[in-house]
């Protein structure tokens, strides 16, 4: 029968059936909204998982799960699940597991918008209680209740640089039967993999290193067991944050070099943080690298191959002098993100504007602080332009 | 555009055309996928060719102009074109040099598709080519005519791994009055900057190492401002211009060229020395090994690494090959080069396939040759798994 033009236009093509002898380089990507079916009861099988396949784009999609694959083996977890952004990822994680009632602890020292997550949304409007504890100096055993469900905090805090014992807290939290989730995004599988060390799950925003190009947002859930993420995946269905195949695609190719990018903003860092620590303009460096950092001892435990990865702060003393000294930069920018292969800074106001100023005080977070994302430069050409900034802004 | 006066036909076209507000600076370069640009009228579109701004994507395109931009500065140029392929590289720049009645002198081991368009296309055009061996400096001394406008050589060739002497044959064919181009795709300007040293026009299979993803195809060329000009002026005609997209993803490819190459490389010279530690192995070419002719020669103009391309030959036995190729796990067949995956390549049966038995036995091309592009894994667990398979000639 000849087709109409307009039922050609519509249908011709729509299927691609490859060759068995063609196994593509790289994975397709799989611009899909959703599935055709030739019967109700294949589509009934596949829904309710008797049978493999997939339905409706925002409940799965191949070039995603290819990513999920990568992300699963090189954390060493059981299954992951992969969202819109960071924080799309963090509120799955933690909604998914927690209901009004249920009490929360999280490091004081957090991203700022995490912070806010846990106080402004979760305990202000939907009856969680959360506990804000400063996990390096306090004993976190004594604020266990009944009714705490999750443990929550940094591999590397954002912005102070701090590294927790994850062993020692993963003990504490599982003694409660809590889950212990950590953002992992600052450090990456290639410097640290918490669910090795007794974390539940890792969560990221892939955004910063893992996708380290500054091209995507993206949000990663790992988990050390099938069912957390089972379960993550089926709320996730109702709120449906999910990541774009294309944005999926993109973060697969990026995580094909995230070992060597690991290493090179590592190797950089540890200069940069050495040459900080020499400068008389610099009251602290924070980097876990540095023996002289209280830190050193732990990461140099938990992280693999004497890697610290590529963020450190300094301290410049005021707000002021840190505006001076990104004002003067020739090279470097003020970026409202972080983990690209350029080196940006960002203020402790940007990071954590979503904390209020009482808020970034009582967690210690000064305004002088300026937080740098190492990039993948020639070290001698970043420290060049921190050289001749802090030169002109003086002491 | 918000007038009420129009219909919702011509608004849906005519809306969210432009970006509204403050123009950010992005981390990263917005993709123009756009086919042609607007101008305000006929003074503007005038401005706008004295300034020689983007009017039409075939002519000009703000990807393509920025990984133009890129090239320039990593092979050392005045000025880059980007292309839709290498081979689209490759033939519109020896085209822009050449005409009727004139010669070019290319080396005889370039990559098979370089000596279709040669042999079959170039003698359409009334173009004279003849191939010998760059490795060999009297015999491109003796394939010099009066009529010799272009001398060609890849930095490496495929798939002996051959290294030539770029600065010595730019001296010949400058000697000469002739020009040379080179194509740097197996080395990239991480370990070879062509340009550098003597040069004319130096053209990368973006594909290969420098997108280094597997995931595009690009060509560049880069020369003088003078040369790539008239490059500049076929291009336009024959339409061989890269696609915004492709530009973006190589541009996006480039960024970590330096760390997978130089890891490439290294792991390309680990290989190949447990390569040649193998007793099923009966030879291996790689620059970086003493056993290699070259190895002097690279050691003196790869001072960076002798590239992530190898070969090595087993004994000529197709059933015990095939249990080689399907035992190894990490390298698989590939009809591409230079990504961050190890890829095998069987010249007998691809690259060379066309060529008489005596001609590339001569070459040294035997059936039992296999070529890697050597990717950015652990170079140990590489080493591993090539050893587990060969043991299949035990």
Redesign the interface.
């Known amino acids: 029968m000849k087709k109409g033009l307009m039922t050609t236009l519509t249908h011709a093509g729509s299927k691609i059936t490859m060759p068995s002898t063609s196994m593509p380089k790289v994975a397709p990507l799989y611009m899909n909204a959703a599935y055709c079916f030739d019967d109700a009861e294949t589509l009934a099988a596949v829904g309710s998982g008797e049978k493999e396949g997939y339905l409706y784009g925002r409940t799965s999609n191949p070039t995603n799960d290819c990513l999920r694959e990568i992300l699963t083996a090189i954390d060493e977890g059981a299954d992951s699940q992969v969202y819109s952004s960071g924080m799309g990822a963090i509120s799955m994680a933690v909604m998914s597991n927690i209901k009004a009632g249920d009490h929360i602890i999280a490091n004081k020292v957090i991203f700022g918008t995490s912070f806010k997550f846990f106080r402004a949304e979760l305990r202000d409007k939907f009856g969680v209680e959360v506990s804000f504890v400063d996990f390096a100096n306090d004993d976190i055993e004594k604020y266990f209740k009944p009714n705490t469900r999750i443990v929550y905090m940094e591999t590397i805090a954002n912005p102070t640089i701090d590294v927790l014992d994850i062993r020692k807290i993963a003990a504490s939290a599982h003694a409660h039967d809590c889950l212990l989730i950590v953002d992992n995004t600052f450090a990456t599988p290639a410097v640290c993999r918490p669910l090795t060390l007794g974390a539940d799950m890792v969560v990221y925003s892939a955004t910063k290193f893992m996708c380290g190009h500054s091209d995507i947002l993206a949000g990663v859930i790992v988990a050390n067991k099938k069912s957390l993420i089972d379960h993550i995946t089926d709320v996730g269905h109702s709120y449906g944050p999910i990541m774009s195949p294309f944005d999926a695609w993109l973060l697969i190719r990026s995580l094909r070099t995230l070992e060597i990018r690991i290493a090179q903003h590592s190797r950089n860092a540890m200069q940069a943080a050495e040459y900080f620590q020499g400068h008389k303009q610099v009251a602290h460096t924070l980097y876990p690298g540095l023996a002289s950092s209280p830190a050193h001892k732990v990461a140099s435990e938990i992280f693999s191959r004497g890697l610290y990865g590529g963020m450190l702060s300094i301290d410049l003393g005021s707000e002021k002098n840190v505006n001076d000294v990104i004002r003067n930069f020739k090279m470097i920018k003020l970026v409202p993100s972080l983990g690209a292969f350029t080196t940006t800074v960002s203020d402790t106001k940007t990071s954590h504007g979503a904390m209020t100023k009482a808020e970034r005080d009582a967690s210690g977070l000064s305004d002088g602080l300026l937080r740098v994302s190492i990039g993948l430069e020639n070290v001698e050409d970043i420290i060049e332009d921190f050289e001749q900034s802090m030169k002109k802004v003086g002491r | 555009m918000n007038d009420p006066k129009y219909t919702r036909e011509t608004g849906i076209l005519h809306q969210g055309a432009y970006l509204q507000g403050r123009r950010d600076t992005p981390?990263?370069a917005p993709i123009y996928l756009t086919t042609a640009f607007n101008v305000e009228d006929l003074d503007d579109l005038e401005a706008t060719y004295a300034v020689k701004g983007y009017t039409y994507q075939r002519t000009r395109n703000p990807n393509r102009a920025a990984l133009a931009e890129l090239m320039t500065y990593l092979e050392q140029g005045e000025r880059s074109l980007i292309f839709s392929s290498g081979m689209a590289a490759i033939s519109t720049v020896l085209l822009s040099m050449l005409g009727s009645g004139d010669h070019l002198l290319a080396d005889s081991t370039l990559y098979g598709e370089c000596i279709t368009l040669f042999n079959n296309m170039f003698p359409h055009y009334g173009i004279e080519v003849t191939l010998v061996d760059f490795t060999d400096h009297a015999a491109i001394e003796a394939g010099f005519r009066p009529n010799t406008k272009v001398l060609y050589t890849e930095t490496i060739s495929n798939p002996m791994i051959t290294v030539i002497d770029i600065e010595a044959v730019a001296a010949m064919a400058h000697r000469r009055k002739a020009m040379l181009v080179v194509d740097n795709t197996f080395t990239t300007s991480v370990s070879m900057k062509p340009l550098t040293v003597g040069a004319d026009v130096s053209i990368n299979s973006l594909t290969k190492f420098a997108n280094g993803?597997?995931?595009a195809v690009a060509g560049s060329a880069t020369g003088s401002e003078a040369l790539i000009q008239k490059v500049y002026e076929l291009q336009v005609l024959l339409g061989t211009t890269g696609d915004p997209f492709t530009a973006w993803l190589v541009q996006?490819g480039i960024?970590?060229m330096d760390?997978?190459v130089e890891?490439q490389m290294d792991n390309a010279a680990r290989l190949a020395a447990a390569l040649e530690a193998n007793p099923h192995v009966l030879r291996v070419h790689h620059p970086s090994l003493a056993s290699h002719p070259q190895h002097e020669l690279a050691k003196r103009i790869l001072r960076h690494g002798c590239g992530g391309m190898l070969s090595f030959v087993m004994p000529d036995d197709r059933k015990l090959i095939n249990a080689f190729m399907r035992k190894l796990n990490l390298a698989?067949y590939?009809m591409?080069l230079g990504?961050?995956?190890t890829?095998l390549s069987h010249p007998v049966m691809s690259s060379h396939h066309g060529v008489p038995e005596a001609d590339r036995l001569r070459m040294g091309i035997t059936f039992g040759l296999m070529r890697v592009s050597v990717g950015?894994e652990n170079p140990d667990d590489l080493i591993a798994d090539f050893n587990q398979a060969l043991e299949v000639f035990k």
Do not use: P
């Open positions: 981390e990263t993803h597997s995931d996006r960024r970590t760390l997978r890891k698989h590939a591409t990504g961050y995956r890829t950015i």
